[in-house]
Protein backbone atom coordinates (compact mmCIF):
# COMPACT_ATOMS: atom_id res chain seq x y z
CA UNK A 1 0.00 0.00 0.00
CA UNK A 2 1.27 3.48 -0.87
CA UNK A 3 2.53 5.89 2.00
CA UNK A 4 2.83 9.29 2.15
CA UNK A 5 5.04 10.80 5.13
CA UNK A 6 5.77 14.64 5.55
CA UNK A 7 8.50 15.88 7.76
CA UNK A 8 10.13 18.73 8.58
CA UNK A 9 7.27 20.98 9.65
CA UNK A 10 6.98 23.55 12.95
CA UNK A 11 7.54 26.58 14.55
CA UNK A 12 9.64 29.34 13.05
CA UNK A 13 9.86 32.86 13.12
CA UNK A 14 8.78 35.37 9.89
CA UNK A 15 11.61 35.61 7.87
CA UNK A 16 12.57 32.47 8.52
CA UNK A 17 13.13 29.17 6.32
CA UNK A 18 12.07 25.96 6.68
CA UNK A 19 12.37 22.31 4.39
CA UNK A 20 9.54 19.77 3.83
CA UNK A 21 10.32 16.13 2.97
CA UNK A 22 7.44 13.99 1.49
CA UNK A 23 9.12 10.28 1.72
CA UNK A 24 6.83 7.91 -0.46
CA UNK A 25 6.84 4.23 -0.10
CA UNK A 26 5.13 0.42 -0.50
CA UNK A 27 4.40 1.14 -3.90
CA UNK A 28 5.66 0.25 -6.86
CA UNK A 29 4.12 3.11 -9.05
CA UNK A 30 6.36 5.54 -11.31
CA UNK A 31 5.83 8.30 -12.94
CA UNK A 32 4.04 10.28 -10.64
CA UNK A 33 3.64 13.81 -10.23
CA UNK A 34 3.72 15.53 -6.81
CA UNK A 35 2.01 18.40 -5.38
CA UNK A 36 1.61 20.52 -1.72
CA UNK A 37 -1.17 21.81 -0.30
CA UNK A 38 -1.80 23.53 2.41
CA UNK A 39 -4.85 24.12 4.88
CA UNK A 40 -5.29 26.79 7.57
CA UNK A 41 -8.01 26.75 10.10
CA UNK A 42 -11.26 27.95 8.97
CA UNK A 43 -10.08 28.00 4.90
CA UNK A 44 -10.21 25.83 2.08
CA UNK A 45 -7.47 23.76 0.88
CA UNK A 46 -4.78 25.61 -1.16
CA UNK A 47 -2.34 24.69 -3.83
CA UNK A 48 0.83 25.45 -2.89
CA UNK A 49 3.43 23.86 -5.83
CA UNK A 50 3.49 20.96 -8.18
CA UNK A 51 6.33 19.30 -9.77
CA UNK A 52 6.11 16.71 -13.20
CA UNK A 53 7.57 13.45 -12.79
CA UNK A 54 11.10 14.68 -14.30
CA UNK A 55 11.17 17.56 -12.72
CA UNK A 56 11.18 19.78 -15.64
CA UNK A 57 7.92 21.61 -15.13
CA UNK A 58 6.89 23.26 -12.06
CA UNK A 59 4.17 25.12 -10.84
CA UNK A 60 3.05 27.39 -7.94
CA UNK A 61 0.43 29.35 -5.78
CA UNK A 62 0.50 33.29 -6.36
CA UNK A 63 1.43 33.27 -2.68
CA UNK A 64 4.25 31.69 -2.29
CA UNK A 65 6.31 32.42 -6.16
CA UNK A 66 9.71 33.31 -5.65
CA UNK A 67 9.89 32.16 -2.03
CA UNK A 68 8.94 28.61 -2.30
CA UNK A 69 10.86 25.77 -4.56
CA UNK A 70 9.27 22.42 -4.92
CA UNK A 71 11.93 19.58 -5.99
CA UNK A 72 12.54 15.74 -6.08
CA UNK A 73 14.89 13.11 -6.06
CA UNK A 74 13.08 9.94 -7.96
CA UNK A 75 16.14 7.88 -7.28
CA UNK A 76 15.37 8.25 -3.16
CA UNK A 77 11.45 8.47 -3.84
CA UNK A 78 11.42 12.45 -1.72
CA UNK A 79 9.94 14.89 -2.66
CA UNK A 80 10.98 18.37 -1.21
CA UNK A 81 9.42 21.89 -0.24
CA UNK A 82 12.04 24.83 0.31
CA UNK A 83 10.15 27.60 1.75
CA UNK A 84 12.30 30.73 2.31
CA UNK A 85 11.15 34.12 3.63
CA UNK A 86 8.30 32.34 5.29
CA UNK A 87 5.48 34.80 6.55
CA UNK A 88 2.64 34.40 9.52
CA UNK A 89 -0.28 33.74 6.50
CA UNK A 90 2.08 30.90 5.90
CA UNK A 91 1.09 28.89 8.77
CA UNK A 92 -1.27 25.53 7.79
CA UNK A 93 -0.94 22.29 7.92
CA UNK A 94 1.10 20.83 4.70
CA UNK A 95 -0.10 18.46 2.59
CA UNK A 96 2.17 16.39 0.04
CA UNK A 97 0.21 14.14 -2.70
CA UNK A 98 1.38 12.33 -5.44
CA UNK A 99 -0.64 10.82 -8.53
CA UNK A 100 -1.38 10.61 -12.27
CA UNK A 101 -2.86 14.24 -13.37
CA UNK A 102 -3.70 14.55 -17.25
CA UNK A 103 -0.79 16.29 -18.22
CA UNK A 104 1.58 15.16 -16.23
CA UNK A 105 0.79 18.31 -12.86
CA UNK A 106 -2.01 19.75 -11.97
CA UNK A 107 -2.77 22.66 -9.09
CA UNK A 108 -6.23 20.13 -8.75
CA UNK A 109 -6.33 18.74 -5.14
CA UNK A 110 -8.93 16.02 -6.69
CA UNK A 111 -6.36 15.12 -9.79
CA UNK A 112 -4.07 13.30 -6.85
CA UNK A 113 -4.91 9.91 -5.32
CA UNK A 114 -2.14 9.25 -2.87
CA UNK A 115 -2.07 12.16 0.26
CA UNK A 116 0.51 12.26 3.27
CA UNK A 117 -0.76 12.91 6.61
CA UNK A 118 0.12 16.49 7.14
CA UNK A 119 2.73 18.54 8.92
CA UNK A 120 2.15 21.91 11.12
CA UNK A 121 3.74 24.88 9.78
CA UNK A 122 3.29 27.44 12.40
CA UNK A 123 5.00 31.38 11.32
CA UNK A 124 5.24 33.40 14.57
CA UNK A 125 5.33 37.22 13.69
Known amino acids: QVQLVESGGGLVQAGGSLRLSCAVS????????RGWFRQAPGKEREFVAA????????KYGDSVKGRFTISRDNAENTGYLQMNSLKPEDTAVYYC??????????????????WGQGTQVTVSS
Open 97 to 114: AAGFPIGGISMTPREYGY
Open 51 to 58: ISWSGGRT
Open 26 to 33: GGTFSRYA
